[in-house]
């Protein structure tokens, strides 16, 4: 598969919350290429795991389509004390080729709270 992957990086900043509250930030994948593409959110630290929810976090855009995402913070309001979180990185985007699964691009989404 021959397609560019116009995105390289994202950038994640959620406005002062508080504790008790949750708050989401949406997004939105854009197919811009000839083929259908997959996608998958993952979150590389259990901290972040805890603190952040992605959906859907998984899924497949038509070419030419776009998916709307949210990025959602301390949803289950568990959250008992203030946090602060300065460009870190463990979310990550990975754009999959469907027919071979392969990961064709892993893009890095830097979150600031």
Do not use: W
């Amino acid at each position: 598969m021959s397609q560019q992957h116009c995105l390289m990086a994202l950038r994640l900043t959620c406005e002062r919350a508080q504790v008790q509250d949750d708050a989401v930030q949406s997004m939105t994948i854009k197919n811009t290429g000839k083929y259908a593409i997959n996608y998958e959110f993952t979150i590389e630290s259990e901290r972040m795991r805890s603190l952040f929810v992605v959906e859907p976090a998984k899924g497949q855009i038509a070419a030419g389509a776009s998916q709307p995402v949210k990025v959602i913070f301390n949803k289950e309001r568990t959250l008992k004390k203030e946090v602060s979180i300065k460009s870190n990185a463990n979310i990550k985007l990975s754009i999959v080729e469907p027919l071979t699964d392969t990961r064709e691009s892993v893009i890095p989404i830097t979150v600031r709270l």
